[in-house]
T-cell receptor
Framework: GAVVSQHPSWVICKSGTSVKIECRSL??????MFWYRQFPKQSLMLMAT?????????EQGVEKDKFLINHASLTLSTLTVTSAHPEDSSFYIC??????????????FGNGTRLTVT | AQTVTQSQPEMSVQEAETVTLSCTYD???????LFWYKQPPSRQMILVIR??????QNATENRFSVNFQKAAKSFSLKISDSQLGDAAMYFC??????????????FGIGTKLQVIP
């Protein structure tokens, strides 16, 4: 079945630095990928929708300049947290759907990235 | 806007017994998908079961089944013969059938299921 790979699984960075998270679809081409953020014991909150070859669509309240999304190819989307602050510490999960099965395809999730900003 | 409500923060079930997790949602759409996802301690989101709103028949996947009540906007998950591996957070989710380019998924807040040996 379809697999989405996310890297790294966890990362620790210092305040003020930037960190990049990669999301890859391994056996299908994903024109659209989704980035979620999950706080402890809370649900998944959609941050943005990543569209291959075009600008990402951000949800209300998500800072575009802070969370940079690049979807340069049909199998790779990246989320860069810029000038990280401790409050950016969270669990970030990417997901994608297989467009070959548009109407019947559920989201496939990566394993998530735990970001800790010190 | 669509909302998904899970009113049970935590549930527990004895191993081999049956448990039902509740979910209600609000939408003005007539066509949509509903899902139950499982998130074990590994944090990997795993699709458990899905239901197309236009189908009257309740979806079933082995020990997992749903009770879909479209008029009541209710979508409960029944887990039969509960196993220790079923212990996880369970998220109910909603997705529009066609939102013109991408399909935003809305998640409930989750229900933590504990399975007692």
């Amino acid at each position: 079945g379809a697999v989405v790979s996310q890297h790294p699984s966890w990362v620790i960075c210092k305040s003020g630095t930037s960190v990049k998270i990669e999301c890859r679809s391994l056996d299908f081409q994903a024109t659209t990928m989704f980035w979620y953020r999950q706080f402890p014991k809370q649900s998944l909150m959609l941050m943005a929708t990543s569209n291959e070859g075009s600008k990402a669509t951000y949800e209300q309240g998500v800072e575009k300049d802070k969370f940079l999304i690049n979807h340069a190819s049909l199998t790779l989307s990246t989320l860069t947290v810029t000038s990280a602050h401790p409050e950016d510490s969270s669990f970030y999960i990417c997901s994608a759907r297989d467009p070959a099965r548009f109407y019947n395809s559920p989201l496939h999730f990566g394993n998530g990235t735990r970001l800790t900003v010190t | 806007a669509q909302t998904v409500t899970q009113s049970q923060p935590e549930m527990s079930v004895q191993e081999a017994e049956t448990v039902t997790l509740s979910c209600t949602y609000d939408t003005s759409e007539s066509d949509y998908y509903l899902f139950w996802y499982k998130q074990p301690p590994s944090r990997q989101m795993i699709l458990v079961i899905r239901q197309e709103a236009y189908k009257q028949q309740n979806a079933t996947e082995n020990r997992f089944s749903v009770n879909f009540q479209k008029a009541a906007k209710s979508f409960s998950l029944k887990i039969s013969d509960s196993q220790l591996g079923d212990a996880a957070m369970y998220f109910c989710a909603y997705r529009r059938l066609n939102s013109g380019g991408y399909q935003k998924v809305t998640f409930g807040i989750g229900t933590k299921l504990q399975v007692i040996p």
